[in-house]
T-cell receptor, first 112, second 118 residues
Framework: TQLLEQSPQFLSIQEGENLTVYCNSS?????LQWYRQEPGEGPVLLVTVVTGGEVKKLKRLTFQFGDARKDSSLHITAAQPGDTGLYLCAGARGNAGNMLTFGGGTRLMVKP | NAGVTQTPKFQVLKTGQSMTLQCAQD?????MSWYRQDPGMGLRLIHY???????DQGEVPNGYNVSRSTTEDFPLRLLSAAPSQTSVYFC?????????????????FGQGTRLTVV
């Protein structure tokens, strides 16, 4: 059972376009993380959101945690080919990073 | 700065064979976990450990064993490999909590082991 649903699964866009990736669940998480994964590598943390309604910005990436701490979104402004990769959301229950529930991932391709 | 090191990177097994995937971390993290990654399913938790001598099952533990005799090492054993265990396996480690905030959920991942069972 996939507790975290990510959409879309695949996204192919042109350089300069904007995009939003969604991560939805019926469960409440103490925090939600976004990871990016390159081929042949492990996931690398981009951001952690903790408070309901929280918004965090990382250059052209904007992350939002839903008010009820059940969902999150990742918005990329003016996408670049270097943004290409697999984006994963992961929910944590409690304060430990050892039991994460991952979404299915969004594979993003940004064409020059 | 090695971080989380997994060996081997690639492995092909025959059905019924056993093997151990190695994982070591040099960050003195208390928590370690094993995940498997299959297409379209993200990562699923197999087993985890909150410290030396303490392990517990995750979402998909069947067919796998773990032990944690030291803080640094957390090997994953496949008892009798099956084609359904063909996957990419990731080991991760994390602190239990940051002294400043009392919480930390960031996991550091190894580069993965790509396992094929034929």
């Amino acid at each position: 059972t996939q507790l975290l649903e990510q959409s879309p699964q695949f996204l192919s866009i042109q350089e300069g376009e904007n995009l939003t990736v969604y991560c939805n669940s019926s469960s409440v998480f103490s925090s939600l993380q976004w990871y990016r994964q390159e081929p042949g590598e492990g996931p690398v943390l981009l951001v952690t959101v903790v408070t309901g309604g929280e918004v965090k910005k990382l250059k052209r990436l904007t992350f939002q945690f839903g008010d009820a701490r059940k969902d999150s979104s990742l918005h990329i402004t003016a996408a670049q080919p270097g943004d290409t990769g697999l984006y994963l959301c992961a929910g944590a229950r409690g304060n430990a990073g050892n039991m994460l529930t991952f979404g299915g991932g969004t594979r993003l391709m940004v064409k020059p | 700065n090695a971080g989380v090191t997994q060996t081997p990177k690639f492995q092909v097994l025959k059905t019924g064979q056993s093997m151990t995937l190695q994982c070591a971390q040099d960050m003195n993290h208390e928590y370690m976990s094993w995940y498997r990654q299959d297409p379209g399913m993200g990562l699923r938790l197999i087993h985890y450990s909150v410290g030396a001598g303490i392990t517990d099952q995750g979402e998909v533990p069947n067919g796998y064993n773990v032990s944690r005799s030291t803080t640094e090492d957390f090997p994953l054993r496949l008892l009798s490999a099956a084609p359904s265990q063909t996957s990419v396996y990731f080991c991760a480690s994390s602190y239990s909590k940051l002294p400043t905030t009392g919480r930390n959920t960031e996991a550091f991942f190894g580069q993965g082991t790509r396992l094929t069972v034929v």
